[in-house]
């Protein structure tokens, strides 16, 4: 038996590898490919497809070991299921970022482009670690004591803010100043997932009292291990993301 057999959470973090890599090759394609020169496209494509792929395998395996106080690759090693979605989750939205990122056809573009991506993946960071402090529970704790449902919340979550940090990254590059004044501007639309969480999922989905931070959802997660809850309310994330990366 491969260790895949054996370890579903080393299982799950390969399975978001290659999706992650999948919205890479997509990008590629879709924004290096022109038409009118085959031997053109076929090296841009190699070109940023394949520095794609190494920022993925690189940036994303780097995130997974600092991620939740450097103790997701223990845990994964050790089969906890909650950690490999955690760590899958973050390589699906390493991989949003770069699809959104890196795709063009000179060298100039590609440097604009790693610097773009390395501002997302820390603004990444940042908002979920900010976007985190609406729980009351200890979120790596939990992940770490193999909470299927709290692993699904934080998915959910972070790949929902990729989607956001990906939209607001990508663009034509109109210089320093105009492109970073509206990838700020547009990073205000990761605001919407608070009201999401707090008010459309706790309260009208879920029917728990209203709270402005914590609440009955935090009792559903952390207390009671509802898979099902969670699916509810990361599902709301990424619709609320689809909705606003779509509308924007």
Request: glycine share 10%; with cysteine.
């Amino acid at each position: 038996m491969t260790d895949a057999d054996v370890n579903p959470a080393r299982a799950i973090v390969r399975a978001g590898f290659v999706c992650g890599a999948a919205f890479i090759v997509a990008s590629a394609v879709r924004g290096c490919v022109h038409g009118a020169d085959w031997r053109a496209d076929l090296l841009w494509t190699s070109v940023f497809g394949g520095s794609a792929i190494v920022l993925l395998a690189a940036a994303g395996f780097l995130g997974v070991r600092v991620l939740l106080r450097s103790r997701l690759p223990g845990e994964i090693a050790r089969g906890n299921l909650a950690a490999g979605v955690a760590a899958g989750a973050h390589l699906v939205a390493t991989g949003l970022i770069i699809a959104r990122c890196l795709y063009g056809d000179d060298i100039a573009t590609l440097g604009v482009s790693v610097v773009f991506f390395v501002l997302a993946q820390a603004t990444l960071h940042l908002f979920v670690v900010l976007f985190r402090f609406l729980t009351l529970y200890a979120e790596d704790e939990e992940i770490m004591g193999e909470n299927v449902a709290a692993a699904v919340s934080y998915a959910g979550a972070m790949v929902a803010i990729a989607m956001i940090v990906g939209h607001a990254a990508e663009g034509t590059f109109a210089g320093w100043g105009a492109s970073l004044r509206a990838y700020a501007a547009a990073l205000a639309g990761a605001l919407v997932l608070y009201p999401v969480r707090q008010l459309v999922v706790q309260t009208l989905l879920l029917h728990q009292p209203f709270a402005l931070r914590g609440g009955g959802l935090d009792r559903l997660v952390a207390q009671q291990r509802n898979v099902g809850v969670s699916a509810v309310e990361a599902v709301s994330y990424l619709a609320a993301a689809v909705l606003l990366t779509e509308i924007a």
